[in-house]
């Protein structure tokens, strides 16, 4: 097996047509799709009805010639961030190992309907715990081999928005063996001890079930793409995005950078309203909700290192890498020339 993974532009939230040239030039097998991440330019809230927009556009576009693969989308991209989406695909051939001897290795699952009452509960994350375990033995990947797992669960409510990402980060947490088990739901957006260090979760309006995309290095997938992460500390932990790169060997020069495929950061305004002990008014501006606020500040730092503004961003970080801060990850190829 080996991954693909494409990165494409979008010019409004209804715009597929750089993936439907790709179809048509064969350059995708639709069939082989397995799931498409991506940032549209809503607001990122309850009420965004960008994601669902581009999801529909793309099912309309898929139609029934592709499986059923997962559409995660995040909202919002304030700042330097540019609207796009990566589509993954899984094909069955094996080709030129990874010079690390594992590549790239995606493992995709997706839970029941969730009854309006289990969001945010111990309920759902026992859901997304499965679900990731589920995942990682499709993708033939250990717990030690995954780097990153994207959950995108139900919403209703700001309130449900908030504790359905606290429930898919345990969920994770627990799967990877990063949160005990017997972990009481009372802990969820109280007890900041309590994290995974490779959990990225959203949540909508737009789906009632948990989307769960696990993202790894596995000696059973060939090619030459890897991913990377590392927890940040706080919003301005370069460092951390420094680390990633140089993880996988890139350096900061247009060739290195070419290698880099894709990008995803989470993170959240830090609740004590200081970083580093220095004030911040995110969480008490009343023109400008706080999510919209560390999507840009966050954008502004990863993009500035990468030189590209298509990264995926997405706030609300609830035990999601350390409180006030969250997490950085980027798939690259180990040849600056390859194309998938």
Known sequence: MHATVHRLAMRDPGDVSAL?????????????????????????LVNDYTRGYFTQSLKLLLGEHAERPLYIFSGGTEGVLSPHYVVFSAKPQAIAPHPSGKA?????AVTRELQPDEIGTRAQADMVSQAVKQAMRS?????????????KGPCVTPASMAYSRAAGAFGVGVALGEIDAGFSENDFLKDATRYSSRASVSSGVEVRVNEVMVLGNSAAWSGPLSIASRPMQDAL??????????????????????????AMVKGEPDTTGRIRGHRHTMLIDGDMNAQRHIR?????????VLGDGRIFVSGGA???????GGLVA???????????
Do not use: Y
Not at 104 to 108: D, F, M, Q, S, T
Not at 242 to 255: K, N, S
Not at 296 to 304: D, F, K, P, S
């Open 20 to 44: 439907a040239a790709l179809l048509a030039r064969r350059e995708i097998d639709p069939q082989q799709i397995v799931a498409i991440l991506g940032k549209t330019e809503g607001n990122g």
């Open 104 to 108: 790239l290795a995606v493992g995709c």
């Open 139 to 151: 993708a033939l990947m250990e717990a030690g081999d995954v780097r990153f797992v994207q959950v």
């Open 237 to 262: 932990d370069l460092d951390a995005v420094l680390g990633v790169l140089a993880d996988l060997g890139i350096e900061r020069t247009p060739a290195g950078l070419a290698r880099v495929r894709a």
């Open 296 to 304: 840009g500040a966050l954008g502004g730092l990863v993009a500035g």
């Open 318 to 324: 609830e035990h999601q890498g350390p409180a006030g």
């Open 330 to 340: 980027a798939i690259a190829a180990s040849d600056s020339t390859w194309r998938a």
